[in-house]
């Protein structure tokens, strides 16, 4: 085969291709520590914007995912505590990190990708009897675990929570849909005893319908083999959710089989700005190649290499 044939030539392209979508995966896996470095985002939980917007995620973006074990995981409750050192810290649209998780540990589950909004952590614990149970308290990991602390809040070292993100002393976390008919204005637990430390998470789209069910008209989240979602444990946490990139995804989810909802949940607009993006991209070289080329043209060094190739010819024409 010579260097003009066309099998030859597409084979080059494609190892090319192959190349450069290699090395742009171990650069984001080289930034975001974590492996796939990207997730597809398909449900509305987290969207802000019917039409869509940029900078909080939507059905059909593309989002970072960074390691857990190399980013501390900030909860809305500690972003809006004004002692935090934490105090104002945003991401992805709102305050506190959104984190990317399997379903009570589960791996065959799909995983969740919500908003951390507030942590428990245990307290004061004590071993259990010799039968393994504990006389109080809650039975977790071999020990009783008696009282909890919440960073971020006034709720430490005590034995259940009772918690409103109202702005006063804690977030403003204001509730819609069924809480906001029945009076409730803000988000909150009460008397709430959990059944191990870990994360409360909620969708920024979901109206205080927290995951875990534990806000008072909350229906939470099911795994496929456990039931109801229990606080997010740290080794449950998949990746901290980094910036989105936006309506890539949606070519994921057109293909996408199974459980998936598809492109059911994708805002109208997506698709438009998903066709004028590949639209830019594909005329993007035929824009910019005759630029190039009427700059190169113009420069010194052409104007220069064409007059000494315009001699050269004059003197071979001579010696003719």
Known sequence: MGDSDPIR?????????????????????????????????????????SSGEIGTIDAGDLVLVHSPDQNKIITFAEATYPDSENFGYESLGMEGDVIIYERNGETDSTPIIHRALFKINKEQTTPMNEEGDCSEGVAWNDECIITWTVPGTKQVDVESLNLVF??????????????????????????????????????????????????????????????????????????????????????????????????????????????????????????????????LRNSPEMIAAEREKAIALIHVSEEE
């Open 9 to 49: 030539t597409l084979v080059r392209e494609i190892f090319l291709a192959a190349g450069m979508i290699a090395l742009l995966v171990l650069a984001m896996w080289a930034h975001t520590g974590s492996m796939p470095p990207l997730v597809v985002v398909e449900s509305n939980s987290m969207q802000h914007d």
């Open 166 to 295: 109202d702005g006063n002393g804690v977030g403003a976390y204001a509730c819609g849909g069924v809480a906001a008919q029945h009076g409730s204005e803000w988000f909150g637990v009460e008397n709430y005893t959990p059944p191990n430390p870990g994360y409360i998470t909620l969708g920024d789209n979901n109206d205080c319908n927290d995951d875990q069910g534990v806000f008072e008209f909350a229906k939470g989240l099911s795994s496929m083999h456990s039931g109801m979602i229990r606080p997010i444990q740290e080794n449950w946490v998949i990746g901290i959710s980094g910036a989105e990139i936006p309506w890539l995804g949606t070519v994921k989810l057109m293909v996408s089989g199974g459980d998936s909802p598809g492109v059911s949940q994708v805002p109208g607009p997506s698709f438009l700005f998903l066709i004028l993006f590949v639209g830019a991209i594909l005329a993007t070289p035929v824009v910019v190649e005759p630029v190039i080329n009427r700059i």
